[in-house]
């Protein structure tokens, strides 16, 4: 993760230092520290793998893309502050938020503004139904996601499931999800409870999951909240199986969960990042190894297909990239190929991918499928 780190920040300072004329400029506001840094950095970092290449063969139309970060904490008031600031500073498009309200907090000043937000790294069901007509999702739904996994559990024979949600659109969101999964198989959650965003309490909840004897938990929260409350429910002697979303598939997450990472079940919206059978692996592997040897993450992948997107709509878009354009542009995609996998828009539907399927951390705390 230092190492990330430390190529995030040269690669900030080189775009800080190049010429500001023939740019493209591309506005992104996310949570660099806060409970989700870890994903964050390693999004933006499989993002920054493409277009650093693209700039690096000529850019778009001989016009390099600036991709202009700025921190919101993960505090969704800041994100729409974020995202203002950027608009003003006349950036082409917004791109790679993070999180369900941040996201949505944003929406309204891409109709005021009619600036396109591409990729947001969030799966809420509320980015994709309606549409919204500045807003082009890439990732699959966390309601596939979560259905995905208690179908799953119910297939292995797991029929004491506990549902854990933080409290906000994002764990709404992804319940609804779970809960259409439960109802797939028959069944209901043996506990479900929800915590607090702002202030994650977990410790009134863990006894209720122990007493429950639940084989499964089911965790909806980001970062550093579902880390301390699978702690806790290893200090309380529960062995349930832990199930999280893809929000949380980075190698900073499985860090933070420490001795409690191996078993635990993450699912993913992008191909098995160590297959390189993958046309989208294998390419963003052999630009990772340009940069030091860097190893590519399931939220890295996230981040590169977003910027496949990006690019390929700015190519469409060109001669004179503009706001309006870009969005005309997306909307023509029609199985845009962004390495084995197909993207497609239109004016009735922005979703993009549909891809679901579940990892386990192993001994070495890497990913496995």
């Given at each position: ?6 190529w ?18 591309i ?44 921190d ?7 994100a ?55 807003l ?9 996601e ?15 499931i ?80 832990v ?51 860097i ?18 709509g ?23 190929d ?27 705390g890497?990913?496995?499928?």
């Amino acid at each position: 993760m230092k190492q990330i780190v430390r190529w995030v920040a040269a690669a900030a300072c080189a775009v800080a230092s190049a010429a500001a004329i023939g740019q493209i400029r591309i506005g992104q506001t996310a949570g660099f520290t806060g409970a989700v840094a870890a994903g964050v950095k390693e999004v933006s970092v499989g993002a920054k793998l493409y277009i650093d290449a693209v700039n690096k063969a000529g850019g778009v139309g001989g016009q390099q893309i600036e991709l202009i970060s700025l921190d919101d904490k993960f505090e969704p008031a800041l994100a729409a502050e974020n995202a203002r600031k950027l608009i003003d500073q006349g950036v082409v498009a917004l791109f790679l938020t993070r999180g369900t309200p941040h996201t949505q907090a944003i929406m309204p000043l891409l109709t005021q503004y009619k600036v396109p937000l591409i990729g947001p790294s969030t799966g809420a069901m509320a980015l994709h139904s309606p549409v919204h007509p500045w807003l082009f999702n890439v990732r699959a739904t966390y309601q596939r996601e979560a259905e995905r996994a208690v179908r799953h559990l119910s297939l292995i024979g797991m029929d004491r499931i506990a549902l854990i949600q933080v409290d906000d659109s994002f764990g709404a969101d992804a319940a609804t999800g779970a809960l259409n999964g439960f109802t797939a198989v028959g069944k209901q959650p043996i506990v479900h409870e929800k915590f607090d965003r702002t202030k994650p309490d977990m410790a009134p909840i863990i006894p209720k999951i122990v007493k429950s004897e639940a084989q499964a938990v089911i965790f909806i929260g980001s970062g550093n909240m579902v880390a301390d409350g699978v702690k806790l429910l290893r200090n309380a002697g529960s062995r349930a199986q832990v199930v999280t979303l893809s929000n949380n598939a980075s190698s900073g997450f499985v860090k933070s969960l420490g001795d409690n990472a191996r078993g635990t079940v993450v699912s993913q919206v992008f191909p098995y990042e160590r297959s390189l059978s993958a046309p989208i692996v294998k390419e963003a592997t052999e630009f990772a190894h340009e940069h030091g040897g860097i190893e590519v993450t399931p939220a890295m992948l996230e981040g590169y297909a977003a910027a496949k997107v990006l690019v390929e709509g700015l190519r469409r878009a060109s001669p004179g990239v503009t706001r309006e354009k870009l969005k005309a542009a997306l909307e023509t995609f029609k199985r845009v190929d962004i390495g084995g996998l197909e993207v497609s828009y239109s004016t009735s539907d922005h979703s993009g991918l549909d891809y679901a399927d579940l990892s386990i951390v192993g001994e070495d705390g890497k990913f496995k499928r």
